[in-house]
């Protein structure tokens, strides 16, 4: 225990950390605490809205179609004529809006076409502004949504996909597991049991009981995906990844107390002393809220830990990007 004489008192939010004086000096070093480290990418330089990369509940979708159509109403502004495509999208929302957004399944399918728009521009210009980058919106939109309540709705499996129980689960003894949860719970039906293992992969990877496994993958795949090479500790005392080539230490945390806050200071700290991290980030759940998002972005903001910065998981890829280009 340090005496309070000899220790230095730090807020972090509404959560009181007490951090030695000569640890202070040793965590930092050869760094000052003011000009430590260098600039690094944060959540509002590079996020983009959590309602792009994907549905948390109807209000998402409602955001994302208004923002499209704010954006067609300032563009059309300074036009004589508005285009045919702009006119039936505004027609479309105006439909909407009239029968309300919420268990809508024009707005839902609506909204699932603009965001496989985004994920496309994304994927080609690494990132984008609409108000800059324009979706281009097709001549017979509403038969886009059409088709996609169609297939969505009208699915023929055995049709579809004529695929046979051992092609399904071609190793043996998942097969064998696999039919005895079908006759156990299913009393026989195939389809209401894959129906159940999706349900279940869906909660898993963007619902609220999204587990730290699932993150931590999602993070390793990123980080492939870019062909960096990568360390996974798991020691109580250090972040979970460490990436040599960025000089980057990565911590995922699926949740977060004002507790585990004073633990978590003292893993970066220990991180950037051992390592001499140029970076060390916060990776949490893309569902988190605005308000429990900045909530995890105390300790950031304190500058306790002057290289850290607090992301969701959907930004990452963006963020080494931001990194990788430094």
């Given at each position: 225990?340090?005496?309070?004489?000899?220790?230095?008192?730090?807020?972090?939010?509404?959560?009181?950390?007490?951090?030695?004086?000569?640890?202070?000096?040793?965590?930092?070093?050869?760094?000052?605490?003011?000009?430590?480290?260098?600039?690094?990418?944060?959540?509002t330089s590079l996020?983009?809205?959590?309602?792009?990369?994907?549905?948390?509940?109807?209000k998402d979708d409602q955001l994302l179609i208004e923002e499209l159509e704010s954006i067609l109403h300032d563009s059309n502004a300074t036009r004589e004529e508005i285009s045919s495509e702009s006119t039936e999208f505004l027609n479309i929302v105006e439909s909407i809006r009239k029968n309300g957004f919420e268990a809508n399944a024009d707005a839902i399918f609506l909204a699932m076409w603009i965001r496989e728009q985004l994920l496309k521009m994304a994927a080609e210009t690494g990132s984008y502004d609409l108000r800059v980058h324009p979706i281009a919106l097709p001549g017979n939109l509403s038969e886009v949504i059409m088709s996609k309540d169609r297939f969505l709705t009208n699915l023929d499996i055995k049709k579809d996909f004529p695929l046979t129980l051992e092609q399904l689960f071609p190793d043996s003894r998942i097969r064998?597991?696999?039919?005895?949860?079908?006759?156990?719970?299913?009393?026989?039906?195939?389809?209401?049991?894959?129906?159940?293992?999706?349900?279940?992969?869906?909660?898993?990877?963007?619902?609220y009981s999204a587990s730290i496994s699932d993150l931590i993958h999602i993070c390793e795949h990123k980080i492939r995906a870019r062909k960096l090479r990568y360390v996974?500790?798991?020691?109580?005392?250090?972040?979970?990844?460490?990436?040599?080539?960025?000089?980057?230490?990565?911590?995922?945390?699926d949740s977060l107390t004002e507790k585990s806050k004073e633990a978590l200071v003292e893993v970066f700290l220990h991180t950037n002393s051992l390592r001499h991290?140029?970076?060390?980030?916060?990776?949490?759940?893309?569902?988190?809220s605005d308000v429990e998002f900045n909530s995890w972005r105390q300790i950031e903001r304190s500058g306790i830990v002057p290289n850290l910065s607090t992301i969701r998981i959907?930004?990452?890829?963006?963020?080494?990007?931001?990194?990788?280009?430094?």
């Open positions: 225990m340090h005496s309070q004489e000899s220790g230095k008192l730090k807020k972090i939010g509404t959560f009181s950390k007490k951090v030695d004086s000569e640890k202070i000096d040793q965590h930092h070093s050869p760094f000052t605490l003011k000009k430590a480290f260098p600039k690094k990418p944060t959540a996020s983009t809205p959590i309602y792009h990369r994907k549905r948390r509940d109807w064998g597991f696999a039919l005895e949860r079908i006759q156990l719970l299913h009393h026989g039906n195939l389809l209401a049991y894959l129906h159940t293992l999706v349900a279940r992969e869906r909660d898993s990877l963007h619902g996974s500790r798991f020691d109580a005392a250090e972040v979970d990844i460490w990436v040599p080539g960025l000089s980057l230490g990565i911590e995922i945390r991290t140029t970076f060390v980030v916060l990776v949490c759940p893309d569902h988190l959907g930004d990452l890829g963006n963020y080494l990007d931001k990194l990788s280009g430094a």
